[in-house]
């Protein structure tokens, strides 16, 4: 197999996950609109909430515009001045766009409320999926991983595994605070991967043809 027949199998293999991704997106989302969180995880919700509730504050932190915003000014500002980390640069950005918007559109499609037994801060929004998932998934995940495979020996993974981290306790923080249901941060998850598996399919063609234009 020659390396652009390889390559479309790739792609073609990413697209697939993608859309089986979303499709379980959806039938999650159509599950919890119909039945309500399923007992069991509902009593893992409240085993949670209120637990380390301080900490789960300044941590859910990561997941909001404020800090996002100037985090992807600083990027862009990488993006400029090491031309080698561009593309992942340029990539992590458009993947975090895409997954604050998805979730945004997704929860105003099932309209889910959120949970009453919320603390410190009743957040008013939609709760299906969890943004703070979506974008702990398609952003901070996937700089654990750009991170990993990019810098090298003992730095790397030191970084990557604190990358990681952060993306997991953002995960924590959410129940901790009584934001959202397991069932919201699973759909947000489900939806970061499809958004990652997406751009992984289009990402090569649209590098081939900002080559292309150069030429």
């Known amino acids: 197999m020659d390396s652009k027949t390889s390559s479309r199998s ?11 991704l979303l499709v379980a997106v959806l039938a999650l989302g159509v599950v919890v609109d119909r039945f309500g969180e399923p007992t069991v995880l509902w009593a893992f919700d409240r085993a949670l909430v209120q637990h380390g509730a301080i900490v789960a504050w300044w941590i859910t ?12 000014v600083a990027l862009l500002i990488a993006a400029w001045l090491l031309p080698s980390w561009r593309g992942r640069i340029i ?18 499609v099932f309209a889910r409320p959120r949970r009453l037994d919320w603390v410190i801060f009743r957040e008013t929004s939609f709760s299906y999926p969890s943004s703070h ?7 901070y ?3 654990a991983w750009i991170i990993a495979r990019g810098v ?28 959202h249901y397991v069932t919201d941060i699973i759909g947000g998850i489900l939806l970061g991967v499809a958004l990652l598996a997406a751009g992984a399919a289009v990402w090569p063609e649209i590098l081939a043809r900002t080559r292309k234009g150069r030429a």
Do not use: E, K
């Open 91 to 108: 990539f992590s950005l458009v993947m975090l766009v895409l997954a604050w918007r998805a979730a945004d559109f997704f929860q105003h």
């Open 10 to 20: 790739n792609r073609s293999a990413y697209a697939a996950g993608a859309a089986t």
């Open 141 to 143: 995940a996937l700089w």
């Open 152 to 179: 090298a020996a003992r730095a790397g993974i030191a970084a990557a595994f604190v990358v990681a981290a952060a993306a997991v306790a953002i995960l924590w923080s959410r129940l901790a605070l009584g934001a």
């Open 61 to 72: 932190q990561l997941g909001r515009f404020y800090v996002l915003a100037p985090l992807a």
């Open 133 to 139: 998932a979506t974008i702990a998934t398609a952003f």
